[in-house]
């Protein structure tokens, strides 16, 4: 066991685990931070993005004990025009990768504003393609994927271009 | 999952010492190691962390080339300015390769040791001569649409799942090692094995060799990536190319060509290479050439299709850069 700390959603935790646990087993069963889900386990939908010091992650293929020291943003500690938008697009319908998905459009438009391209980009802004392109590593198996890139394009053609 | 130690040096050596110790295994970003440490397929009993080291730097070279730190982020290496305007085949070739999220942790040094996604290889209950020698291959007269073509034996057909290292071929790029012995330079084509009678032996590493940097030669010109998928983002490739051309008065002067998806690790096309050198810069040259470098492929029924895909995706590739040279 190794007690290792990390900042959750504003608050300081510390904990004792093995060096198997990950990061998003440490959320769940420890902590009790549900937010980020377990599609997959193995780093192919999604579901369990969170922001480790401020950058998207797959909370699933990382070890707790790699992270040790870091902040970790969950859905539980978002406060994003997003969430707003995501209800008015109708970008869910169970809801089970809406948590991965907004944790993940967060650090796409940071990724976006600091000039992290894609593999479609050539110009004219963070459009429908890029969208799609920047967001598929998160899976949604209701197909909600239309008003999910819908909420995104509102909330980003704001503040994002 | 096993239980294991953890370790996480500051310092190379110490690195190198905890990594030479049996049962040791090196983590990165650990989007590789800790899936198929959960699956059962890697059991090590020390896991090194070596993301405490310093090597996440991006530098120049005195000779215009560049060196990469082993643990730079495959999404901050794709990002890199140099990278974007001499290299932009790699900075393609990294943007194409899994997910926003997984390129934020997967580091350099593990995108080149990242070990195959041949369905056999991650079902224990398969037979499968690279995760358990001497057990056989269930992907030869199996689900073999994902194997490769080019370079396999009887014994594995497994594809090398890399997009980087497919880039990096192609631009010449030489792996720096630390091993208990020193320090040593392996050029990339040289890094991975073919599989022959030993799948299970992927590299010319032993234990302890950590990867500290890769080094990129003065780029040459014009570059490009291209990638085919069952899906249009986030999947691995069927058939990818990574090409360099430089034409001068209708004659190909440089030509850079490696394939990813068809063989056991990164493909240098170097037959393909000699045809076009000093010839036309033409359509029909390049299917010559692609039909050439192909001509060595055994198929099984799941993946024949990749000889024809594999030769479009080549001459499409190499207009295109045709194309850009000419509008230049
Ligand atoms: C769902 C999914 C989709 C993916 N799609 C793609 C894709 O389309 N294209 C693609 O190219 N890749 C893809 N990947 C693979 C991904 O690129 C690799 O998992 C990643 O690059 C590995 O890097 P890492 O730092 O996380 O390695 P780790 O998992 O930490 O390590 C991988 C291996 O490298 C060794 N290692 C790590 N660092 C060093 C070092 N410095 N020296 C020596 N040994 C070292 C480890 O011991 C281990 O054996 C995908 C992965 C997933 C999970
Ligand atoms: S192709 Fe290689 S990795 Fe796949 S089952 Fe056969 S031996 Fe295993
Ligand atoms: S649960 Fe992590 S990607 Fe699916
Ligand atoms: S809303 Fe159901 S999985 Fe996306």
Redesign the pocket.
């Known amino acids: 066991m190794t007690l290792i700390r990390m900042n959750v959603n504003g608050s300081a935790k510390s904990l004792e685990i093995e060096p198997r646990v990950s990061l998003l087993d440490a959320l769940r069963e420890r902590l009790g931070v549900t937010g980020p889900k377990k599609g997959c386990d193995?780093?192919?939908c999604g579901a369990c993005t969170v922001l480790a010091d401020g950058r998207r992650i797959?909370a699933c293929?990382a070890l707790a004990i790699q992270y040790d020291g870091c902040q970790i943003t969950t859905i539980e500690g978002v406060d994003h025009p997003l969430q707003e938008a995501f209800v008015r697009h109708d970008g869910f319908q169970c809801g089970y990768c809406t948590p991965g998905q907004i944790c993940s459009a967060i650090g796409m438009l940071s990724e976006y504003e600091a000039g992290m391209p894609s593999a479609v980009t050539d110009s004219g802004g963070l459009g429908e393609a890029e969208i799609r392109e920047r967001m598929s590593g998160n899976v949604c198996r209701c197909g909600a994927y239309n008003g999910i890139v819908g909420a995104i394009m509102d909330v980003a053609g704001s503040d994002a271009r | 999952m096993k239980p294991f130690a953890y370790v996480k040096p500051v310092d190379i050596g110490a690195a190198v010492a905890a990594?030479a110790a049996p049962g040791a295994?090196?983590?990165?970003?650990?989007?590789?190691?800790?899936?198929l440490m959960r699956e059962g397929i890697?059991q090590p009993d020390t896991v090194v962390d070596?993301t405490g080291l310093p090597?996440s730097a991006v530098d120049d070279l005195p000779n215009g080339g560049l060196r990469i730190g082993?643990?730079v982020r495959?999404s901050d290496l794709a990002a890199d300015r140099r990278v974007r305007a001499r290299y932009p085949v790699l900075s393609q070739a990294l943007l194409?390769?899994?997910?926003g999220q997984?390129?934020n942790?997967?580091?350099v040094?593990?995108?080149?040791?990242?070990?195959t996604r041949c369905p056999y290889f991650y079902d224990e209950a398969s037979a499968c001569n690279k995760r358990d020698p001497g057990s056989g291959c269930d992907a030869l007269d199996g689900f073999n649409r994902s194997c490769a073509i080019l370079g396999v034996s009887d014994d594995c057909i497994a594809a090398h799942?890399?997009?980087?290292?497919v880039a990096l071929t192609a631009l010449d790029a030489v792996v720096e090692v630390t091993g208990t012995g020193g320090t040593r330079r392996i050029p990339l084509t040289e890094l991975h094995r073919l599989p022959g009678q030993t799948p299970h032996i992927e590299t010319d590493?032993a234990p302890g060799?950590?990867?500290?940097a890769v080094e990129l030669p003065t780029a040459t010109g014009n570059s490009a990536y291209r990638k085919v998928?069952d899906r249009a983002s986030?999947?691995?490739?069927l058939v990818s190319v990574a090409a360099g051309l430089q034409i001068e008065n209708g004659a190909v002067t440089d030509i850079r060509l490696a394939l990813g998806g068809v063989a056991p690790k990164p493909w240098r096309a170097r037959q393909a290479e000699q045809l076009l050198a000093g010839g036309p810069a033409d359509e029909a040259a390049f299917r010559r050439a692609a039909q050439a470098e192909l001509a060595s492929a055994a198929v099984r029924p799941g993946n024949a299709f990749k000889v024809a895909l594999a030769t479009n995706t080549i001459v499409a590739t190499l207009r295109e850069l045709s194309n850009e040279g000419t509008r230049r």
């Open positions: 193995q780093g192919a797959n293929l | 990594g295994k090196f983590l990165g970003g650990g989007t590789n190691l800790v899936d890697e070596v090597l082993a643990l495959n194409s390769g899994a997910s997984l390129r942790m997967a580091t040094g593990g995108n080149l040791l990242q070990r799942p890399s997009d980087m290292c590493l060799d950590l990867i500290t998928r986030y999947a691995f490739a």
